[in-house]
């Protein structure tokens, strides 16, 4: 069954065309990245999934059904903008948003016990959510929208605001729920995040597709056309623009795309011969970041 599935469905607010007659197929059980730069739709997109907006054109069903009190209550939904109540004690915003998915109160308390002393914040349960920094009030959203145990999770930018620990902390307890069964779409800007964990992703531009598919797949589409080198030293060696299209360096090393039929030997070879010292050098497929920027690039174009 797919989790999410949308059909046609376009939004728009006055002259502007938010999302364009996007088709969206989320299957049950997956991580789904949903990806695109500033502005693309991402957001809008979510929210229609969520019902918080509705679509001028088209349809969206989850799990086999158009949106309704029922099926939403099977969905857990995380904004990017924090939707807590910042006078309310932490235990008591994770209760009331508990209720209004139908769980007990008791086993609201017990849940949020639970989850608290799992992200560490047990201490801070009774203090208000103001007086908590930006990355412990985002870890209070990340309970708000699982504690009443969503079949689907829907996160916007989850990782805003947190430590790399913490993200580290997240995305573990993500990778678990999808071991259980949860399907998650996450929208990031995190591309390395995205690499790591998804298995399917969708780019939207301008809220038009430009991409979609199994991650895996695309990568391998492109084929290894990626150098990774780590290196000291002189960098002339990568001013050999009939081997390199197009380099991204990152300090001491860096990722240069080379051109179709180029041996990387021959950039080896020169690098030696610059005596750069090499201590990595890799041939990968392209990294997503790469893909992203090229798909929006030619999209632009």
């Known amino acids: 069954m797919d989790a999410v599935l949308l059909e046609g469905v376009s939004k728009y607010y006055n002259s502007v065309t938010a999302v364009n007659h996007l088709d969206l197929r989320v299957g049950e059980g997956s991580l789904y990245g949903l990806l695109g ?36 209550d099977l969905t857990g939904y995380l904004p990017e903008e924090r ?13 009331f948003l508990a209720a209004l998915k139908g769980v007990a109160e008791g086993e609201a308390n017990r849940r949020a016990r639970q989850w608290l002393e799992r992200l560490e914040l047990a201490e801070w349960g009774e ?40 993200a580290q902390v997240l995305k573990d307890i993500m990778l678990e729920m999808r071991q259980h069964g949860t399907t998650l779409i996450l929208s990031t800007h995190r ?14 531009h301008q809220g038009s597709k430009v991409l979609e598919g199994e991650l895996a797949a695309i990568k391998r589409s492109y084929g290894k056309n990626t150098l990774r080198i780590q290196y000291s030293g002189n960098g002339d060696f990568l001013n ?18 080379l051109r179709p039929g180029a041996d990387p030997q021959e950039i080896l070879k020169r690098a030696v011969e610059c005596g750069a010292r090499i201590t990595r050098f890799e041939l990968i497929e392209p990294p997503l970041n790469d893909i992203f920027i090229e798909k929006v690039s030619k999209a632009d174009a």
């Open 37 to 72: 730069p500033n502005g693309a739709g991402k957001t809008t997109t979510l929210r229609m999934m969520m019902r918080v907006l509705v679509p001028d054109q088209g349809t969206v069903h989850i799990f086999g059904e158009p949106i309704c009190d029922r099926v939403q």
């Open 83 to 95: 939707g807590l109540y910042p006078r309310m004690k932490v235990r008591e915003v994770l209760r």
């Open 127 to 166: 203090k208000k959510v103001i007086d908590l920094s930006k990355g412990m009030q985002q870890k209070v959203q990340f309970i708000a929208a699982v504690l009443h145990q969503p079949r689907l999770l829907i996160l916007d930018e989850p990782f805003s605001g947190l430590d790399p620990l913490n």
């Open 191 to 204: 591309m390395e995040q995205v690499e790591m964990m998804c298995d399917f992703i969708c780019l939207i």
């Open 240 to 257: 050999l623009s009939a081997l390199i299209e197009s380099t991204n360096h990152y300090g001491a090393m860096v990722e240069a795309r």
